[in-house]
């Protein structure tokens, strides 16, 4: 029997682009993405959607009533895990599980990653649960010219490096450390999320950085738009190496 939650954090205020949750890629918002990438996997045993908002609810509702998948569930956010500012993410996650203890992992699926692949699910869940690690999530190379050893500050006009050391040492491509930013997925043990989404021993499964697009602005939803027929390009899929 599966004993994994799929959690997906849905809140109605966003300062960068109002009822941020709602936007819409190909005309689908982006918790619909999140929602069509849950119910295809039948590992999880129950997929919670956590809102405060009627609008997402009421479309949440919805696609729950048109896809038949009686998995979802809809729940109302407490009050104090609304700002989306003096709270972790793991809060809204731990507030649930309070109530309901029948879960040995949680897979948490942000809206703002709208494009989630199945083999990237499927890749974690098998992962977390043949290695016993603690997290298991898709992970994005980052690009050389954005390599933290490139990384610089800007204050009062001035630019800086913010390891200065290291970029003298690794001042070209070549000698840059591959660094990896996080993609869009990530499934851990509920048990020690109390401190973060991410607990070690963390396994990490590379994806293409097409798919770990994150959309917080309006910028990052028009590109979003733009990449989606590469994301849906076979030849994204092959250069994963595994079929979706």
Request: contains cysteine; proline residues 5%; glycine residues 6%.
């Amino acid at each position: 029997m599966s004993n994994i939650l799929a959690f997906i954090p849905a809140r109605g205020g966003s300062i960068s682009i109002p009822l941020k949750n709602m936007a819409r890629i190909n005309d689908i918002p982006l918790v619909g993405w999140s929602l069509h990438a849950a119910t295809r996997n039948s590992d999880f045993k129950k997929i919670v959607v956590s809102t405060d908002n009627n609008i997402i609810r009421d479309y949440c509702q919805q696609f729950r009533n048109m896809s038949g998948d009686d998995r979802i569930t809809v729940i109302e956010r407490p009050g104090h895990l609304r700002d989306g500012e003096s709270y972790p993410i793991q809060d809204v996650v731990l507030d649930y599980l309070d109530k309901s203890k029948f879960y040995r992992y949680v897979a948490l699926l942000q809206p703002t990653s709208p494009f989630i692949r199945q083999w990237q699910i499927d890749h974690c869940i098998t992962t977390i649960r043949s290695k016993g690690c603690k997290s298991c999530f898709t992970i994005a190379e980052v690009p050389h010219n954005m390599n933290y050893a490139n990384q610089r500050s800007f204050k009062y006009g001035l630019v800086k490096f913010l390891f200065p050391e290291t970029r003298r040492k690794r001042w070209n491509k070549q000698k840059k450390e591959r660094s990896y930013m996080f993609g869009n997925f990530v499934v851990a043990d509920w048990g020690y999320i109390k401190d973060g989404f991410f607990p070690t021993p963390a396994a990490g499964v590379v994806i293409d950085r097409v798919d770990a697009i994150d959309v917080d602005t309006m910028d990052d939803l028009r590109m979003a738009e733009h990449l989606l027929p590469l994301h849906q390009s076979e030849t994204a899929q092959r250069w994963a190496g595994v079929g979706t």
